[in-house]
């Protein structure tokens, strides 16, 4: 099992630039969740789903959105993206519930 | 005042030290907890995950939870260098709950 992966893995925009980042899953998990990590800032959630077709805003939803149009894939967009979205973003997911989350590898995304 | 507190460190021990890595909360609701390590530039790894109070044992890791005292804590026996990361604490209340809250992280170095 590959566990929670992501793609890119690295990636720098122009300001305005727009990108999906694409999150997937091979343990049937319910939940997956968006989080960006920052110096000083701890790990912050972006959106979450607790189920195909459902999505939810977490503590930081500004500037993004998701879709979860298949258990497996949890995407995050930047419709246009600005230097403050500088950050490593992370997905997750969990199997029903808050706890017990799984974490991929990251991205790296920088806007210039 | 933040929901969980966690000394940031740096935490520098040599190594075969026991290490204690600890976290106090304010929600008495919090009944999950988690224990996570970060290696720089990698995705948080879930350690350990506890319910409710007790103590849990995984091989050189054990986790301890004491509600009464809203403090957990993680011990590492017989440190190695490999261990040297960033170890956050993770908690959130029951099953229905919609946040998880992080700790803001310790990291540990162990010297050969």
């Known amino acids: 099992n590959a566990g929670v992966t992501q793609t890119p893995k690295f990636r720098v925009l122009k300001t305005g630039q727009s990108m999906t980042l694409l999150c997937a899953q091979d343990m049937n998990h319910e939940y997956m969740y968006w989080y960006r990590q920052d110096p000083g800032m701890g790990l912050r959630l972006i959106h979450y789903?607790?189920?195909?077709?459902?999505?939810a805003k977490g503590e930081v939803p500004d500037g993004y959105n998701v879709s979860r149009l298949k258990k497996q894939n949890f995407l995050l967009g930047l419709e246009s993206a600005a230097p403050s979205q500088t950050s490593v973003y992370f997905c997750?997911?969990?199997?029903?519930?808050?706890?017990?989350?799984?974490f991929g590898p990251g991205t790296r995304l920088t806007v210039t | 005042q933040k929901e969980v507190e966690q000394d940031p460190g740096p935490l520098s021990v040599p190594e075969g030290a026991i290490v204690s890595l600890n976290c106090t909360y304010s929600?008495?609701?919090?009944?999950?907890f988690m224990w996570y390590r970060q290696y720089s530039r990698k995705g948080p790894e879930l350690l350990m995950y506890t319910y409710s109070s007790g103590n849990k044992e995984d091989g050189r890791f054990t986790a301890q939870v004491d509600k009464s005292s809203k403090y957990i804590s993680l011990f590492i026996r017989d440190s190695q260098p490999s261990d040297s990361a960033t170890y956050l604490c993770a908690m959130t209340e029951g099953a229905g709950a919609q946040k998880l809250v992080f700790g803001q992280g310790t990291r540990l170095t162990i010297n050969p």
């Open positions: 789903s607790v189920g195909e077709g459902t999505t």
């Open positions: 997750a997911s969990s199997y029903r519930g808050f706890y017990e989350q799984y």
């Open positions: 929600n008495s609701a919090f009944q999950y």
